[in-house]
């Protein structure tokens, strides 16, 4: 038995550490040594980029917790910006401004347009894989897309993550555009993927 259920505040933990695995060398570099402490309090802090309201869990076996994905609107991430900089601030003091300049060049990169659906991070538990369970979280994050009414949904993905690429790919998801970005030294090359969508019954 199977769920995709919205995200609650006792799910926080095994978020973080989802999208941790979204993002096992870029998001340290980004956030640093403390990068779990600091998902896990911007997925409790409303109003953030990461916060509850835009993730849902697939839930199996009274409860358990194996994947996750977190969606929104192209917007969100600029209407969020500066609720989701003050949860920063809270968190990490004046390390966040020594950091400030690696956080706008990566938000400078990542550009999302206001008339896509975007998906920030999709994650299966690695003992949980091979199942369907990352096809299955796609396909909800495309029903939701649809009933907002967007006819597009857009991701990034590293390009070295070929099986999730292949999932895309066989999805449907297109590559339109490579996105490069150095952190302290180290490249990152992301794959932005995009499918337009069709209404169902149109």
Not at 47 to 76: A, C, P, Q, R, Y
Not at 168 to 186: A, H, S
């Amino acid at each position: 038995m199977e769920v995709i259920r919205k995200a609650e505040i006792s799910d926080a933990d095994v978020i973080a550490s989802l999208i941790l695995e979204t993002g096992r060398s870029f998001l340290p570099l980004l956030f640093g040594p403390y990068v779990k402490l600091i998902l896990g309090r911007l997925v409790k802090t409303p109003g953030t980029v990461f916060s509850l309201d835009n993730t849902h869990v697939l839930e199996i076996d009274e409860g358990k917790v194996v994947g996750i994905i977190v969606m929104f609107e192209g917007n969100t991430v600029r209407k969020r910006a500066l609720k989701t900089g003050f949860a920063l601030f809270q968190l990490m003091g004046f390390e966040l401004f020594r950091r400030l300049p690696m956080f706008r060049y990566v938000w400078m990169r990542n550009k999302i347009r206001p008339d896509e659906f975007y998906i920030s991070n999709v994650a299966v538990d690695k003992n949980y894989r091979g199942r369907g369970y990352g096809r299955k979280l796609m396909l909800f994050a495309e029903e939701v897309a649809k009933q907002k009414k967007f006819k597009k949904i857009s991701l990034d993905v590293e390009n070295t993550n070929v099986q999730a690429i292949e999932l895309y790919k066989r999805l449907g998801y297109v590559g339109t555009r490579v996105n490069r970005i150095n952190l302290k030294n180290v490249r990152f090359t992301f794959i932005r993927m995009e499918k337009l969508l069709v209404e169902t019954g149109s």
